[in-house]
């Protein structure tokens, strides 16, 4: 079974600074997805970011970039010119791309990152 | 666009009361599925459906049921409350062709 890891239960950050999370998986799988989503205090899922693990070029957002190495099944996400908006919970997930019947492409979660921003 | 929308948004309930959590996408996605969020535990799927006509449980089904009414719409189902069912219920919905998966706007549910 996959199991996604975020080692970080809170971070903070000085507006306009760069800010770094982390987030490690395991898989047995070759191809997959990974994911970035932001939970402000509304509770609102939003997507930030997504990976495709056969690409090798990081994925970039505007602001919001990954730092993938899928041999260390890594995938940190990398926030720049931090915004007071981009106070929130950062989770990370993982879903299979591979039509298996036991999870059907769901997502799976770690157990995320608080972030704050100061001003 | 509507995207994936859920209701109620929030909800009392009396321990050992029923009630239905209602979902119903617009994106004509196959795939559909219930998580809910606790606090420090990340998103837990409880029930998913891969296609219209069929379900499945997920790491936590126990005291839930659900109905894939058609291909827009999946309720999630308490039958016998407990307040340690209490928790914010996110309905999701995807395909394999987008490669990603939408929310709803979470359901917040008290148990007491």
């Known amino acids: 079974a996959q199991t996604v890891t975020q080692s970080q239960p809170e971070m903070s950050v000085q507006e306009a600074e760069t800010v770094t999370l982390s987030c490690t998986y395991d898989t047995s799988e070759s191809d997959y997805y990974l994911f970035w989503y932001k939970q402000p205090p509304s509770r609102q899922m939003i997507l930030v970011i997504r990976?495709?693990?056969?690409?090798?070029q990081n994925a970039t957002e505007n602001r919001f970039s990954v730092n993938f190495q899928k041999a260390a099944k890594s995938f940190s996400l990398k926030i720049s010119d931090s915004q007071l908006g981009d106070a929130a919970m950062y989770f990370c997930?993982?879903?299979?791309?591979?039509?298996?019947?036991?999870?059907?492409?769901?997502?799976?979660f770690g157990k995320g990152t608080k972030l704050s921003v100061k001003p | 666009n509507a995207g994936v929308t859920q209701t109620p948004k929030f909800q009392v309930l009396k321990t050992g009361q029923s009630m239905t959590l209602q979902c119903a996408q617009d994106m004509n996605h196959n795939s559909m599925y219930w998580y809910r969020q606790d606090p420090g535990m990340g998103l837990r799927l409880i029930y998913y459906?891969?296609?219209?006509?069929?379900?499945d449980k997920g790491e936590v089904p126990n005291g839930y049921n659900v109905s894939r009414l058609n291909k827009r719409e999946f309720s999630l189902r308490l039958e016998s409350a407990a307040p340690s069912q209490t928790s914010v219920y996110f309905c999701?919905?995807?395909?394999?062709?987008?490669?990603?998966?939408?929310f709803g706007e979470g359901s917040w549910l008290t148990v007491v």
């Open positions: 459906s891969a296609s219209e006509g069929t379900t």
């Open positions: 997930a993982y879903r299979s791309r591979e039509n298996y019947g036991g999870s059907q492409g769901n997502l799976i």
């Open positions: 999701a919905s995807g395909s394999w062709g987008t490669n990603t998966i939408y």
């Open positions: 990976q495709e693990a056969y690409k090798q």
